[in-house]
């Protein structure tokens, strides 16, 4: 079975920073395009970030673009969200997902999830 666990979320004030980690066990990182997405409370869930299979590719939603950077490591099976210049409306569940076989912003093509991880920011 394929799992996907993010680790790495928690209280930060406005203007700090945070990494999450994604772990992913049952396939390699080359395998898919991996996403990052997040859902606020009351709110829908929303693309965040992906990387391509290679790692040669990424692509942002414009709220994050120069703020977020996304990243892995093969080796570790690992994919990253390095947050900075934290604002309080980047407050949500952020979740790693994984798409098998394209290249897409919409969450309908992301066959695994993780849990999630809560990320906080206060004002």
């Known amino acids: 079975q394929v799992q996907l666990v993010e680790s790495g979320g928690g209280l930060v004030q406005a203007g700090g920073s945070l990494r999450l980690s994604c772990v992913v066990s049952?396939?390699?990182?080359?395998?898919?395009?991996m996403g990052w997405f997040r859902q606020a409370p009351g709110k829908e869930r929303e693309f965040v970030a992906r990387?391509?299979?290679?790692?040669?590719?990424?692509y942002y939603a414009d709220s994050v673009k120069g703020r977020f950077t996304i990243s892995k490591d093969n080796a570790k099976n690992t994919v990253y969200l390095q947050m900075n210049s934290l604002k309080p409306e980047d407050t949500a569940v952020y979740y790693c997902?994984?798409?098998?076989?394209?290249?897409?912003?919409?969450?309908?093509?992301?066959?695994?999830w993780g849990q999630g991880t809560q990320v906080t920011v206060s004002s």
């Open positions: 997902a994984a798409d098998p076989t394209g290249w897409d912003s919409r969450e309908n093509k992301y066959d695994y």
């Open positions: 049952g396939r390699t990182l080359s395998s898919s395009t």
């Open positions: 990387i391509s299979r290679s790692g040669g590719f990424t």
